[in-house]
């Protein structure tokens, strides 16, 4: 499955909308999620499955109600490294390296905080370049579709005309005022121009338990959806596999001007094909099991909703709103439980013994795959797989070399094949070399 969309989104607390983040990345195959307004607080950090997790928490005084805050998450199948920033801002920045390599920052700028221009340049220029900046900026300006402006739109205004960045905004609002029904575009996504163009930017239709709308760029490169197949080793044909390589791998087979490792590695390879079947190459979806009729069901009526407010904002909608918002987070909880419930309970004294480990692992995550990270290798920084894969091979291969013997075992090793051991008549083996000798009479 191929992960190269972005989401960026206010959800006014991460474990509030835990399970909203599961349906949108289960609707959307997302790779990345840039969170705003997290409201986690540092001993309590949460971790989403399939994912690897980058946190920034707001400056709180200790024992009191987390505030802002926010995250990264990125699927652990794209190659990434975090970014470390000096600023006082809320920034946290990452490199991905999906069909190239680039700079996501992630920012929130709180309606009572005061941010002056200087401070957010000083941000840009620690970034490497091509980047995306999103986040929730709280600046209001015609300029991208909101009614009026603030001091914090009129600093975005002049970031825009001091600096070569493409605003991806469509003026489509993407907060509801939770008070008042009314909506405004404070979610804004810049991009450096040579990004301008590979991401379509578009709010989604539903608030997902928030008053802000999460946003797609989605990614507008094709990218093969492919996955690497496997040897199905126990469906293998293994008397066909024998009979051919007897047939075509002996001492006398011809093999001409070609390379004698090469000609048998491709000659095993073609047997393999022949007679060992592959997994499909097709990547499968899996949907989430607690994802049912109820669960569709609500979030349509909440859909709806947002709609009959956006189109007429009045007090009764609003209302609605909010019912509907409520009734769909239960129905949500309700279904994941039962699920959970239904999974736990096929475990009974008849349930063989493979299956009950298996279930264990799953709840355990062993069965996640490993997150991929960027690799720095002599001051280089390796972003690309292809290369990732071929710099551990080589660290690998010389962790394994004989140049990493001690000097006396390597001594020993030199001059013990210029002086093999030899065996006598009566089976007993002759030392012909002093530190042979002098080993055997250790030993003795």
Not at 64 to 88: A, D, E, K, Q
Request: net charge positive; glycine share 2%; aromatic share 8%.
């Amino acid at each position: 499955m191929a992960y190269h969309n972005i989401i960026q989104w206010n959800c006014r607390g991460i474990q509030a909308n835990f399970n909203e983040l599961n349906i949108i990345a289960n609707v959307f195959n997302i790779g990345i999620f840039c969170l705003q307004e997290t409201l986690l607080s540092p001993n309590k950090q949460l971790t989403f499955k399939h994912y690897t997790a980058y946190h920034n928490f707001a400056n709180t005084i200790p024992d009191s109600r987390p505030s802002g805050g926010i995250t990264i998450l990125v699927h652990n199948s794209i190659p990434n490294s975090p970014i470390p920033l000096t600023t006082n801002l809320q920034a946290q920045a990452i490199t991905v390296t999906c069909n190239q390599t680039i700079t996501i920052c992630n920012i929130y700028i709180s309606p009572n905080s005061s941010v002056d221009l200087l401070q957010i340049e000083n941000l840009i220029q620690q970034l490497p370049i091509p980047y995306i900046l999103l986040g929730d900026f709280n600046a209001h300006h015609p300029l991208w579709g909101c009614s009026s402006h603030n001091s914090k739109g009129n600093l975005v205004e002049n970031l825009l005309l001091n600096h070569p960045l493409t605003l991806l905004n469509n003026k489509q609002h993407t907060y509801i005022h939770p008070a008042t029904g009314s909506s405004s575009a404070i979610d804004l996504t810049f991009a450096t121009p040579s990004l301008s163009l590979n991401y379509t930017w578009k709010p989604l239709d539903d608030l997902h338990g928030s008053d802000h709308l999460p946003i797609l760029l989605s990614s507008n490169n094709s990218f093969p959806d492919e996955k690497l197949p496997h040897w199905k080793i126990t469906k293998a044909n293994w008397s066909l596999f024998q009979t051919q390589c007897n047939n075509s791998l002996t001492e006398t087979t011809p093999i001409g001007n070609q390379d004698s490792m090469l000609f048998f590695t491709n000659t095993l390879i073609s047997i393999a094909n022949n007679s060992i079947p592959k997994t499909s190459t097709k990547n499968t979806k899996f949907n989430k099991p607690w994802i049912n009729d109820d669960c569709k069901r609500v979030i349509n009526e909440r859909k709806s909703a947002l709609h009959n407010l956006r189109r007429h904002p009045t007090i009764t909608n609003l209302e609605t709103l909010r019912i509907k918002r409520a009734q769909a987070r239960r129905t949500i909880r309700t279904a994941k439980k039962s699920s959970w419930q239904s999974f736990v309970s096929r475990i009974n004294k008849n349930t063989p013994l493979r299956k009950v480990w298996n279930m264990i692992h799953k709840i355990q995550g062993k069965n996640v795959k490993q997150p991929i990270k960027h690799l720095n290798s002599n001051g280089q920084t390796i972003s690309k797989l292809p290369d990732i894969a071929n710099t551990i091979a080589r660290a690998i291969s010389f962790n394994s070399s004989t140049k990493n013997y001690s000097p006396v075992f390597q001594q020993y090793k030199t001059q013990a094949e210029h002086y093999p051991i030899s065996f006598t008549s009566d089976n007993t083996e002759s030392y012909n070399h002093p530190i042979q000798l002098e080993e055997r009479r250790r030993c003795h």
